[in-house]
């Protein structure tokens, strides 16, 4: 079965810091992998994606993910955090096995950047 | 087409009654999806469409829950009986096939039971 585990509830970081906010994920087939950004009270915002190509992968807002076959993982980053960037950030994947094109989520992490 | 839209933003409703919510996905997007989020979890899938096909269905979506997409473009998510376990946000995204693009989401309609 499909899955993503975010093992962080919470990260928090001084502005100016680089981030990090871990996921890992379990498919069979070939991963298609996602970070999502909510702010509070609203929708989620598409950050950036992997689907095949190079491992770095840079999205909206400066931030940017690196996809690890080996230790399967997605982890998102941002060598400077912004006080702006304080939000939830959920990881999805979903795969090229079979016509199932429905995202499986973590349980998203909160991540609060301190001025 | 400005993206996924939903309607209405806030529902407040007393227990028991029915709730309908619409979803207007991106026009040329033919996969719908519909999820529910509760406060501090992620997104919890609910059902998805594929044109005006109801593909899958949580086992999350009892009985007091139905959703349809007659034409393959909105879709409308009724919920019968309300109770207040069903308080959450409930999400609607689209997709073109190809998953490459992801998803789109909607701002959510936010629902509280009373």
């Known amino acids: 079965a499909q899955s993503v585990a975010q093992p962080e509830d919470q990260v928090n970081v001084a502005e100016g810091n680089p981030l990090t906010v871990k996921c890992t994920y379990s498919?069979?087939?070939?991963?298609?992998l996602f970070w999502y950004v909510q702010y509070p009270n609203r929708g989620l915002q598409f950050l950036l994606k992997?689907?095949?190509?190079d491992n770095l992968v840079k999205g909206s807002y400066g931030f940017e993910a690196e996809f690890n076959k080996s230790q399967t993982s997605f982890h998102l980053k941002k060598p400077s955090a912004l006080v702006s960037d304080s939000a939830l950030y959920f990881c999805?994947?979903?795969?090229?096995?079979?016509?199932?094109?429905?995202?499986?989520w973590g349980l998203g992490t909160s991540l609060a950047v301190n001025p | 087409d400005t993206g996924v839209s939903q309607d209405p933003r806030h529902k407040i409703t007393k227990r028991g009654q029915n709730v309908t919510f619409r979803c207007d996905p991106i026009?040329?997007?033919?996969?719908l999806y519909w999820y529910r989020q509760t406060l501090g979890q992620g997104p919890e899938f609910l059902t998805y469409?594929?044109?005006?096909?109801?593909?899958?269905k949580s086992r999350l979506l009892s009985d007091r829950f139905s959703a349809e997409r007659p034409k393959g473009s909105f879709s409308t998510l009724e919920i019968q009986r309300t109770e207040q376990g069903d308080s959450a946000m409930y999400l609607c995204?689209?997709?073109?096939?190809?998953?490459?693009?992801?998803?789109?989401f909607g701002s959510g309609t936010r629902l509280t039971v009373v």
């Open positions: 026009s040329e997007h033919n996969r």
């Open positions: 498919v069979s087939g070939n991963p298609y």
């Open positions: 469409f594929q044109n005006e096909a109801q593909l899958e």
């Open positions: 992997y689907i095949t190509g």
């Open positions: 999805a994947v979903s795969s090229n096995a079979g016509n199932n094109r429905k995202l499986i």
């Open positions: 995204a689209s997709s073109s096939p190809d998953i490459n693009y992801g998803y789109t």
